[in-house]
Each structure stands twice: as C-alpha cells, then as structure tokens.
C-alpha cells in the first residue's frame, strides 16, 4: 500500500501504576510519569525524590519480566531523561 502510514500498536499495554505500587509513593509517581512519555533529573529532583536511581531500578525490576526496561538518555547538558523502552529479543 503505497503513501500509507505504518503504525506500531503495542497490543499489550503495560499494568497502570497501583499494579506495582501504593497510590502517591515516589515509585508510582516516576512510573506514571515514564508511562507519560519521560520524567527528567531535573523533575526528580523538584520532587525531592530521595534516590531517583532506587527510584528507577525500583520501576525496572516490574517491567523486566514483562519485556520493557527503563532507560537513560541525555536530554540536554546535565539533564537526563529516562524513558521506558521494549526490550529487543535475542536472535535464537
């Protein structure tokens, strides 16, 4: 189909954030916000989140098993963003 638009459409969406995690915490609040598309350094830090890296690895150890992993990429100068991504299958 030529001049057509391919779209990815994850078939599985990921469980919403009281699946994992009490309503409010500092997990559940950096879940919803990868879920919105990315939470920065710097919005850690206005939430006075106490170890965004536990923070993170927390989310991670959820979302390995069901394919997906948290990662860092540099947004701008010293700021990072970090971005849920679907794990690649290795080759069997």
């Known amino acids: 189909m030529t001049g057509q638009s391919s779209f990815n459409f994850d078939l599985d969406p990921l469980p919403r954030p009281g699946s994992f995690f009490r309503w ?16 920065t350094s710097a919005e850690m830090h206005k939430l006075n989140f106490l170890s965004h890296t536990k923070r993170i690895s ?15 990429e540099v947004f701008s100068g010293k700021v990072n963003v970090w971005k849920i991504k679907k794990m690649e299958r290795e080759a069997a």
Do not use: M, T
């Not at 409010?24 to 939470?39: D, F």
């Not at 991670?60 to 990662?71: A, I, M, Q, T």
């Open 58 to 72: 927390d989310v991670r150890e959820k979302l390995n098993p069901l394919g997906y992993d948290v990662v860092c």
């Open 24 to 39: 409010g915490s500092q997990n559940y609040q950096v879940y919803e916000r990868l879920l919105a598309g990315g939470i």
